[in-house]
């Protein structure tokens, strides 16, 4: 994930925004917005993306705000609101997976005391559907940036290591308890994700990989790439080329993408390291 969104990123996409009479005006000058994800501290990609772009989006004049779980350490939190996270055990674990009533309160209040234009929905497993179900009458984006409990495809990357028996994370790999969780959300949490999407006005990919997923799955979205500024072009020296891999060794990565290209860069040009 980027550290910075370009203006021509940041403005790509048709956000709905309520004026005072109830109508959407065409040209929104700006806007009050709230940001909803499950964790409020740089544990990954989403986070960076969130603070980075509630820099730009306040430097432009917008009003922003973030709702996050309490998780995680107490120092170096982007958010400005939180809500109690899922418990670690017990009976609350398991209904609260499904529908955190702690999120859902959280979101109505500030959605009563802020009143945002739009609603930005981030990472959701601490969020949950509970929290998108409370966002009714108001104009709801969201942001699908990884393997998330909705999408099937890439439901094993949610899960635990120890739901699988080896490093394959595969289907056929999960143990008798990965078959459970598997189960459990699929069967149960991916539905109520899916019946709260109803009221969702706009589904945004940030990859054409994610947004093939989605479509597959009947998600259609909009592909918004991130706003990395490319780097200058500079001809490889293949005397002295290394490659470096940035990212978690996880297969939604692409890192086996990577190492299967690169047997073929190798084969064709055996100078690079």
């Known amino acids: 994930m980027s550290a910075s969104l370009p203006l021509e990123a940041s403005e790509a996409i048709d956000v709905p925004c309520r004026n005072v009479d109830g109508h959407h005006p065409e040209v929104v000058s700006r806007m009050r917005i709230l940001n909803i994800i499950s964790w409020g501290y740089e544990t990954g990609g989403a986070e960076s993306h969130v603070r980075s772009t509630n820099a730009l989006l306040r430097n432009r004049g917008h009003e922003v705000v973030t709702l996050a779980s309490d998780w995680g350490p107490k120092e170096l939190r982007f958010d400005d609101f939180q809500f109690r996270s899922i418990p670690t055990r017990g009976l609350k674990k398991l209904l609260f997976t499904l529908y955190n009533p702690h999120a859902s309160r ?6 009563a005391s802020f009143d945002p234009d739009v609603v930005v929905l981030h990472t959701l497993p601490q969020a949950t559907a509970s929290t998108v179900m409370a966002l009714r009458r108001v104009p709801t984006v969201l942001c699908v940036h990884g393997p998330e409990h909705y999408v099937l495809s890439l439901l094993p990357g949610t899960l635990m290591d120890r739901d699988f028996k080896d490093d394959s994370r595969t289907l056929e790999s999960l143990t008798w308890r990965g078959r459970l969780h598997y189960a459990f959300f699929r069967y149960l949490s991916r539905p109520l994700y899916r019946k709260a999407f109803g009221q969702v006005e706009q589904i945004v990919a940030f990859s054409t990989y994610m947004q093939r997923l989605l ?28 490659v470096l891999f940035v990212g978690r060794l996880v297969t939604f990565k692409g890192v086996f993408v990577l190492i299967d290209a690169f047997q073929e860069v190798v084969r064709a040009l055996p100078a690079p390291s």
């Open 215 to 242: 479509e597959a799955e009947g998600l259609p979205s909009q592909h918004l790439p991130m706003g990395t500024p490319p780097l200058p072009f500079v001809p490889l020296d293949f005397e002295s080329c290394n």
């Open 106 to 111: 959280a979101a109505k209040a500030l959605v």
